[in-house]
């Protein structure tokens, strides 16, 4: 079965960069949709960014639209969030989700439900 591990998350101030790692276990990524959400403290888990398979279309939420970018490296069985520009409004547990089935033609972040598989999140954190 599929799992991942999400790692890279840590405590920078407002401006600086992270990059996220979701190692994935039991299962290739290839034919899997991937997205990245996060979820703060009293609040639902929030959408960040999604790729599909074979074509690696992206999707990004406009909070994070042209400061995040979702990679992965199937060869590598991982995905990656770069996070540039780091806000208070950023801070969070991010989640790395998988989705299989049918390829679509862009994949949503609207909606964490569709994504069957999760790792535990790593946390990120940042101040002014």
């Known amino acids: 079965q599929l799992q991942f591990v999400e790692s890279g998350g840590g405590l920078v101030r407002t401006g600086e960069s992270l990059r996220l790692s979701c190692a994935a276990s039991?299962?290739?990524?290839?034919?899997?949709?991937i997205g990245w959400f996060r979820q703060a403290p009293g609040k639902e888990r929030e959408g960040v960014a999604c790729?599909?398979?074979?074509?690696?279309?992206?999707t990004y939420a406009d909070s994070v639209k042209g400061r995040f970018t979702i990679s992965r490296d199937n060869a590598k069985n991982m995905a990656f969030l770069q996070m540039n520009s780091l806000k208070p409004g950023d801070k969070g547990v991010y989640y790395c989700?998988?989705?299989?089935?049918?390829?679509?033609?862009?994949?949503?972040?609207?909606?964490?439900?569709?994504?069957?598989?999760w790792g535990q999140g790593t946390q990120v954190t940042v101040f002014s």
């Open positions: 989700g998988g989705l299989g089935g049918p390829i679509p033609h862009t994949c949503a972040i609207d909606g964490y439900g569709r994504y069957g598989y």
């Open positions: 790729i599909i398979p074979l074509l690696y279309t992206t």
């Open positions: 039991g299962a290739g990524l290839e034919h899997y949709t």
